[in-house]
């Protein structure tokens, strides 16, 4: 037996083409990186520090990118590696993508979310702070908290808190609006308004809150859902596509009651 | 098991050389005892998301079965290893949690407020909730009340003026030095310099070495920083240049402090300061403090 963890010491090279933006209003281009003996325990991140610190000894501009806490849980990174949402991994965002995934002599393309929603600010960043603004449309809780209640007051059953936890652990990476053919944010609005729908807590609220998410989010300029799934396949903390099916229940609820 | 002495032990075998992984930097966490106890079901349960993580990381599924040995199973050890994650202390703040800025408040994890010496799980995530539920919502319209009949500024003012200056300058300074380090290179320098010397275990000597080292690192930062680009627009390496000012700052400070305090308190251990079993050795008589320390340029002023 060989121990595990034993991680390998083989190293990759290959072709990185790296979409390349001035700004919102430039006209993008691909620009092609050779990379050299990149070892496969190295994350796509630490791989595109690698360029960039390549890129600011040539005395050129680094590529511009987001990523912040590179453990999968703040929502910051993106990128559209090979044609998916934070690369060919399931269920992880690109800062939990390694190299191994790759091959040596592999061209890897690198592009931005596309989304009219999202511009591009610089390279591969882009803005999305509509997301933002789904979220202020309602995506919260309002009540005096008072005094501290006694623990149990409200008892909730494991199945509900389970999926509503679920459902909370959407970061708002916006994968989903990059996956969808549409441009649709229906996976990300419908988790936010499934984690407060399934418990008592969001009640008081519900029928507001998803009439105003939902017009903030058309407002905007998402597409519409046409219930091709490629958001929830992409989603890297495995959003299910029953929460669209939720959603529309509470929108219709929320209409009837009008 | 306390989590500083858990890192201090695993940091010390990787120390001696005994480390396991390609770098040497890691030691094993054995799940196999606790699986074989409770079964894998329930061992998923707790920790299924870590070691889906830690697959996708490694490659290594840790809930696997690697050998079996006179009957007992063995598991697909993990490779760990401490990492800094946390700053015990913040930015001083009054019961209202205001700065020492008039206006100007700080709540959640930035501040010191309900800090220890020592981290607790979830602790951030608990300021964050407390601060912001129980406490700002009953202390901020105390600023705020006094705050309506004050007129609106004008940003034609003096004061405005030179602040723009002293930002503008700022940034002439950071864009005009145009050496040969990259940010992310004396970055990581200054994180080396800090796990190093002002780590999990530091002594009197490892203490002044790093302030040595960091005032160097300062230096290489004014005047051997590359920023590439222009300042119009969107330019991350400008942006990541004023943080890591800010770091070195917080890395001397984080020194100082821990120089001054001779003693070992939670997270902070001196090694002169330890009792017989390795455990952090404290003196209340002397250090039964929070330290607070004041921005005066570079130099460091001590407030307790």
Known sequence: ?258 | MPRDVASRAAKERCDKGFGVNNTGKAVFLDFSEAINRLGIDVIRQRYGNLFDMYEEITDVNPGELANEINGVKYYNPMMIYPAIHYTMGGIWVDYELQTSIKGLFAIGECNFSDHGANRLGASALMQGLADGYFVLPYTIQNYLSDQISVPRFSTESVEFDEAEKKVQANLDHLMGIQGKRSVDSIHKELGNVMWDYVGMARTKESLETALEKLKALRKEFETNLFIPGTQEGMNIELDKAFRLRDFITMGELIAYDALNRHESCGGHFREEHQTEEGEAKRDDENFFYVACWKYNGYKYKLQT
């Not at chain 1, 559209?80 to 992880?92: L, Q």
């Not at chain 1, 990300?188 to 499934?194: G, Q, T």
């Not at chain 1, 396949?233 to 609820?253: Q, V, W």
């Open chain 1, 1 to 258: 037996m060989s121990l595990a963890g034993s991680t390998t010491d083989t190293s990759i090279s290959f072709k990185l083409k790296v979409w390349r933006q001035a700004n919102a209003h430039a006209e993008g281009r691909f620009e092609t990186y050779e990379m050299r003996d990149i070892p496969t325990d190295t994350s796509f991140l630490e791989m595109m520090d690698i360029l960039n610190e390549q890129l600011i000894e040539q005395g050129q501009e680094p590529v511009t990118f987001d990523h912040d806490c590179r453990e999968g849980i703040c929502g910051m990174c993106s990128l559209y590696v090979n044609g998916h949402p934070h690369g060919p991994a399931t269920g992880a965002t690109t800062c939990q993508l390694y190299m191994r995934r790759f091959k040596d002599g592999d061209t890897i393309t690198v592009e931005p979310w596309r989304s009219a929603a999202f511009p591009v600010i610089k390279d591969l960043m882009v803005n999305r702070n509509a997301f933002d603004q789904i979220q202020q449309a309602g995506g919260y809780v309002s009540f005096q908290t008072g005094g501290a209640q006694d623990a149990n007051a409200i008892p909730i059953s494991k199945e509900a808190a389970d999926e509503a936890m679920d459902s909370a652990t959407c970061i708002g990476c916006g994968a989903c609006v990059a996956a969808c053919k549409n441009g649709s944010a229906m996976l990300f609005l419908s988790a936010k308004v499934s984690q407060f729908a399934l418990l008592p807590q969001g009640r008081a609220e519900a029928k507001r809150r998803v009439k105003a998410m939902l017009a903030k989010m058309d407002e905007l300029g998402f597409g519409n859902c046409t219930n091709t799934g490629a958001c929830a396949a992409e989603c890297p903390k495995n959003i299910k596509l029953s929460n669209i099916a939720r959603l529309n229940r509470e929108f219709i609820c929320a209409k009837c009651a009008d």
